[in-house]
């Protein structure tokens, strides 16, 4: 691609908002996934308003020029990994939010992070649910662009469930206002929720309107150690078919020892697997919930079963479970999977992502919002390792097939991105290809938005 001529894009924009230093611009390559084939974007615009992005999506209309958009760069599949040539607009310094206590709803800009936004929810006496593990370093507009889940999606739902309206830059560079503080609205097609999960195919989201929620009760956290992972998953299993819980995750062995090797809490290193469930149900309700939840992880063999209200003691094993992903990093590079079957599968799945680690040798540890049925395998390799790297890749692909094969997704919450796009077709099928293929084209005739994500 030939370098565009800048000079007009950098006039019509506040002075130092486009950015082309090389060693800037290197540090805007990549995103979370460390996909191998990044380019190098021409150039870096990080806008502050609408308008902003506006302009910037004007001039690459009318220069031809491929955008790609990104947020905190926290994406899991690829989804903001720059493309030669390409310009990269970064929302990261949208940070503008008001929480709005008559309509319970927050009007936030992209750049905020979710952890900023439930704090800001927090002050005023309300709560925002959706949690992704990486709440404290993702942005809300990833959020959307993913439809991001968490650990509390088993009784909250996820991100979607909360936006109610959404401002949004087209190919074009109109900018659309979509849905509003209103609970109810029934007006034209549900064009918000088309936006929401299509990261960032169809347009830039500039503004967001959430929903809020009165406070979370206080939980009570039961935890788990079994001797195998599938009594683990049978556990799972025995507990959701009887109630809703506001948590259940799951870790297997090779997590929790990585967890204990970086946080050195005394978890039981000689576990095959533990759960950490938790009820916020108020009074009796949730003293049945807990009980319940212990006779079934006892029934399901269950080594120790430990029960907690202290706050401080929750979080300390809600911190655990976050903490799994980054501390089984350290054992090797991760290829990171967010395959999700119904729950009736969940042992399948299981079994046969360790079934898959053994035919490829390579090592995969598991964890899961077990509650909903979404796992993530993480494959560990050493990608100065061709051999290895190659199983993993074969293993990263045949996790993909079993779940779709078990009726699943290949994506619960990280999005299809760039790195699970080959698989989409077989699991949507060919209609539904395209159908989407010509709602891109709608939009974005030039195909200017995110090439290289989910469907080019």
Known sequence: MTAPDLTSLIESLPRGMVITDPDVLSAYRYDRANDPDAGTPAALVRPMT????????RWAAAHDVPIITRGAGTSLSGGSTAVDGALTISTEKMRQ???????????????MLNAEVKAAAAEKGLWYPPDPS????????GNVATNAGGLCCVKYGVTTDYVLGLEVVLADGRALRLGGKQLKDSAGLPLTKLFVGSEGLLGIVTEVTLRLLPPQAP???VVGSFGSVRAAVEAVLT??????????????GVSINAVEDMLKMGLDRDAGALLVA????????????VALIEEAFGACGAAEVFATSDPVES???????????????????????DVGVPLPALPDLIDGVGAIAAENDVLISVIAHAGDGNTHPLIVHDPADAEETARANRAFGQIMDLAISLGGTITGEHGVGRLKKGWLRDQVGDDVMDLMEMIKSAVDPKGLLNPGVMLS
């Open 134 to 141: 990486s709440f404290e370093i993702c942005s809300i507009g």
């Open 278 to 289: 938790q009820s916020d149900a108020p009074g009796p309700a949730g003293a049945a919930e």
């Open 219 to 221: 939980a009570c956290t």
């Open 97 to 111: 939010l008001t929480v709005d206590t008559a309509t319970r709803t927050a009007v936030t800009q992209p750049g």
């Open 315 to 337: 979080e300390a094993f809600t911190a655990a479970r976050r903490a799994a992903i980054p501390a089984v990093e350290r054992i090797g590079a991760l290829l990171l999977e």
């Open 50 to 57: 609408t308008e902003h992005v506006q302009t910037a999506v």
């Open 239 to 252: 507990v959701t078919s009887q109630i809703r819980p506001a948590m259940l995750e799951f870790m297997d």
